[in-house]
């Protein structure tokens, strides 16, 4: 057993580590994407001032620096196990020196697991780890110091300095440090003293960071570093965070670190890891939130225009929320396959289409995808705008800013393109697309040749409309007035019509695609023109006047047979006929 013991000691920092990669980086890779696209990392002094003018800023700026490889989801997963993993040795280092005690190693696994929780949730941000590293290098240097007016010194210099970087984790190391004084200086005076001035010290860094900077709520200058996306949100976990860095290395203090029997200590060291692995197992399982990765993922293919990823991953589970459900539809359109096969996934109505603007940072970034890629430019323009604009942080957005860049652009707004594209010159990964698109500013040629923006500005729209959430088939069909040609808007116009289930309009809108020329009629709408027919004619199979397949006929008459005859058709027409236009005209609400 010491044997094993030994082994799990030396290796288990490198297996948690490793557990924490294979998460980020299999379980979880959309969530590093999501926070790379909510913020906007500059290399200018200027950037460098603004973030660091606050408690906790320098924590930031090596949070935002990091998270900007986060565009790469196995990069960001790897930093993420790094900072995890120092968070660990650190956690441990501290606790061995206080006292060394082996058995109880495991415990240091405490804070990361903790962490790592915590790291489920998209809005805690990279900062907040980065803040509690520097407070617990801090901590650890201090042991370091062995005379005793040194250390004192140290501590009472450190803290202002160790606020200003770290923010409001300066408690861990003034509380940390002032424990371990109480242990080692047997002078009640001194004790007394140093924890008076250290205290003092503490009081009036926060007295001073409001004074300085009054537009900030206290409670938000106490948490210095932007642990959470949402500011005025302080959550408790922040708390708890600092209490495990405090509570687990002083810990040893109160328990044995040697026993009578190696073996003992083996056994020791065994069950407190088990202890300690279990439940934080659990606790990360039933705190991962595969459904919002569900929707990350769409949107960031969506982002990269990686359509036929999104398509694949729809084959593999069916998306049902209305977001995922809208990647997927632009994915199948842009890939040419929607008029044929939206229907055999799973279809939530017109939200699924084109989901309703709200007021928030993410769902106007999806949708405006969406209207981007039809032609909308306006549209596109103001909801990346609304997008970045209710960042909840007030930080701003390097996927906003490069799709700002390529409205204006488009519109001929050259100007503003150019002020975009300087400030993503100062980025490390948009810099290059910026230098790209430089040269196209005030080229019409240049413009009209390039496959995505020159197409896009030939089916925008060129004259003024009532943008209207309700009347969405009504900016569809003047879109695609103006460009008979365009078959996205088509597609989307007769899918709107078709998911809101108004077969008339379908019906009237139909003609619109005969510029279009397609090889056949779609089954979608070969399904939904043979369905209206039958609605009024005796004979439709004979009388219909579209060419619908004889497949779709014979599917037809299947279904029409079930569908009358069965005491539950929902359930017999699911295995068979789920993938149809009629089951969703009949059973989808």
Excluded at 394 to 405: C, P, T, V
């Amino acid at each position: 057993m010491n044997k094993i013991f030994n082994i799990l000691e030396k290796s288990l920092p490198f297996v948690f580590g490793f557990c924490v990669l294979l998460f980020f980086g299999l379980v979880y890779p959309h969530h590093m994407h999501y926070h790379e696209q909510f913020q906007l990392f500059l290399t200018t002094p200027d950037f460098f001032l603004e973030i660091a003018a606050k408690p906790g800023g320098i924590s930031d700026y090596l949070g935002m620096f990091l998270t900007q490889f986060f565009l790469f989801s196995w990069a960001g997963a790897a930093i993420t196990a790094l900072l995890i993993m120092s968070l660990q040795w650190l956690i441990h280092t501290i606790a061995h020196k206080i006292r060394p005690a082996r058995a109880w190693f495991a415990l240091s696994f405490i804070p990361p697991i903790f962490y790592w929780i915590l790291l489920c949730n998209e809005n805690f941000l990279t900062g907040g780890i980065v803040s509690i590293l520097v407070a617990l290098g801090a901590w650890l240097a201090y042991f370091y110091l062995k005379n005793t007016t040194t250390r004192r010194l140290y501590v009472m210099l450190a803290i202002p300095v160790i606020y200003w970087l770290a923010g409001g984790s300066a408690f861990i190391f003034t509380f940390g440090c002032l424990a371990v004084e109480w242990l080692r200086d047997e002078s009640s005076r001194g004790r007394i003293m140093t924890t008076g001035l250290s205290i003092l010290i503490m009081g009036l860094c926060l007295f001073t960071a409001k004074v300085i900077l009054p537009q900030y709520p206290f409670a938000r200058l106490i948490y210095g570093a932007d642990f959470f996306r949402f500011p005025k949100t302080y959550p408790s976990g922040v708390w708890v965070m600092w209490l495990f860095c405090l509570v687990v290395p002083l810990s040893h203090l109160m328990l044995p670190a040697v026993f009578k029997k190696t073996r003992n200590l083996a056994l020791a060291g065994i069950v407190t890891l088990i202890a300690v692995a279990g439940p934080g197992a659990y606790m990360i399982s039933i705190n991962t939130d595969t459904a919002k990765e569900d929707i990350m993922a769409y949107d960031h293919y969506v982002r990269m225009q990686q359509w036929d990823k999104a398509i694949a991953r729809a084959d593999r589970k069916a998306p049902s929320s209305p977001l995922s459900v809208a990647c997927l539809n632009l994915s199948l359109c842009k890939s040419g396959m929607m008029s044929d096969y939206m229907f055999r996934y799973y279809q939530n109505g017109p939200e699924g289409l084109i989901p309703t603007f709200a007021r928030d940072f993410t769902l106007p970034m999806v949708t405006g995808e969406v209207y981007y890629h039809l032609g909308f430019i306006n549209t596109a323009q103001r909801f990346a705008f609304e997008a970045m604009e209710s960042l909840p942080n007030y930080w701003k957005s390097g996927r906003a800013l490069k799709r700002l860049a390529e409205t204006n652009l488009i519109n001929g707004q050259y100007a503003v393109a150019r002020k975009y594209l300087e400030i993503l010159q100062h980025t490390l990964f948009y810099k290059a697309w910026a230098n790209h698109v430089i040269p196209y500013l005030e080229d019409e040629a240049l413009i009209g040749g390039h496959p995505e923006w020159g197409n896009l500005r030939k089916h925008r729209t060129k004259t003024d409309f009532f943008d209207s959430e309700q009347e969405k088939d009504m900016m569809l069909g003047i879109l695609l007035q103006q460009d008979l040609t365009h078959y996205m808007a088509y597609e989307y116009l007769l899918a709107y019509c078709l998911l809101t289930k108004d077969l008339e309009r379908f019906v009237q809108y139909f003609p619109l695609g005969s510029e279009l020329r397609y090889e056949r009629l779609p089954y979608s709408y070969q399904e939904a023109l043979l369905y209206h027919w039958s609605l009024s004619h005796e004979d439709p199979f004979r009388t219909v006047p579209y060419p619908i397949s004889e497949d779709v006929m014979r599917n037809m008459a299947t279904y029409q047979n079930l569908y009358l005859n069965s005491s539950n058709p929902e359930e017999v027409l699911k295995k068979n006929h789920s993938g149809t236009y009629w089951y969703y005209l009949h059973f989808r609400k």
